[in-house]
């Protein structure tokens, strides 16, 4: 995670890259069309991303696992402010 603790677009990217080794990889970060709304920190970014991804790793797995499996790897953020988490699997 980075030093502030806060999520961002780059540390949700690096993590993902490193445990994942995806082959495409795009983390959007969407805070700020999400102001006001529930889960927003009022700073406009850092709560609402979007990660569109394949990876080796999702081989084998159905949708849910392959969901389960980014969540498990974005937990600390998550844990940290990430409210919400839009997951796109490519294959």
Known sequence: MNTTGTPTAEAL???LRE???PTLLTVIDESAAHAGHSGANGLG???HFRV???SPAFEGLGRVAAHRL???VLRPY???GLHALAI???R
């Open 13 to 15: 990217e690096r993590t």
């Open 19 to 21: 445990t994942l080794q």
């Open 45 to 47: 970014y850092g709560t």
């Open 52 to 54: 569109r991804m394949a």
């Open 70 to 72: 980014v969540y498990d």
């Open 78 to 80: 998550i844990d940290a």
């Open 88 to 90: 796109e699997i490519e």
